[in-house]
């Protein structure tokens, strides 16, 4: 199976991630990733960039050594009404908004109040993937944050940093999400979560996770770069992505 997007990656702007967006794009490329979302944590995480980071991505090209770069970022949930960090002008001017728990911005509570905030927060019609729901801190009702993501159209994020160096008990969980999202017909995308380069475009966890559970590859979408892109563009048509067409013929 081959990948073509990667959903989710960090830089050294997000404070405690260790490569350059260059150095990021250089492993894509060398790895066959045709779309790579540069998406930096949001303002409300410890040493995040500031909002003007975000404001500025337009001077970002399109594509770069033959990848195309996804402007994003990983949006916080502040707390249990599903409320987001990002500034709503930068959030408008980003082709992809990842948003999850962190820790540090909201401290866990009940598994209802984590499915509530995650289910408003895709209600609010603001974020395109749900990113590492599988995290044992923040236990949530996978069959109704799937069926949220299907009634609203928000990717489910295989995250595979949460199967080797963050989120330690997460295999359950994302097989149980993963599952329920097949059962109600939606839709998984894949995210590296790099913080350091070699890690970009890695999703060896990913994979034996979806074959455990048996996910049909079809509704996998990072596995096709012009259905990703057709997806991003229904939720945004404001934004011009034509810059990406010719990646793909």
């Not at 409300?44 to 195309?68: D, E």
């Not at 080797?164 to 329920?180: I, M």
Request: with cysteine.
């Amino acid at each position: 199976m081959h990948i073509q997007v990667d959903s989710h990656t960090h830089t050294v702007a997000s404070g405690h991630a260790y490569s350059t967006l260059a150095e990021n794009i250089n492993v894509a490329a060398a790895r066959g990733i045709k779309l790579l979302a540069h998406t930096d944590h949001g303002p409300a995480m410890p040493g995040a960039p500031h909002v003007w980071f975000f404001m500025n991505m337009k001077v970002l090209p399109r594509i770069m050594h033959g990848v195309g770069l996804l402007r994003g970022v990983e949006a916080n949930i502040i707390n249990f009404h599903g409320e987001l960090d990002i500034d709503e002008d930068a959030r408008c001017q980003m082709d992809i908004v990842l948003f999850g728990f962190h820790e540090p911005i909201v401290t866990p509570g009940s598994k209802r109040q984590h499915t509530e905030a995650v289910i408003r927060a895709m209600e609010s019609g603001k974020v395109d993937v749900f990113a590492h729901g599988g995290n044992p801190r923040f236990p949530l009702n996978a069959e109704e944050v799937a069926q949220a993501a299907v009634d609203n159209n928000v990717l489910i994020e295989i995250n595979n940093s949460s199967f080797t160096t963050s989120r330690v008990g997460s295999r359950n969980n994302c097989a149980a999400l993963a599952e329920a999202v097949g059962n109600k017909g939606g839709y998984l995308t894949f995210g590296s979560d790099a913080h350091l380069a070699d890690k970009v475009g890695n999703f060896d966890e990913c994979l034996a996770l979806i074959r455990s559970v048996e996910f049909p590859a079809e509704r996998i979408l990072s596995c096709n770069g012009t259905a990703y892109l057709d997806f991003l563009k229904l939720r945004k048509p404001h934004l011009d992505m034509s810059g990406f067409d010719s990646l793909f013929g």
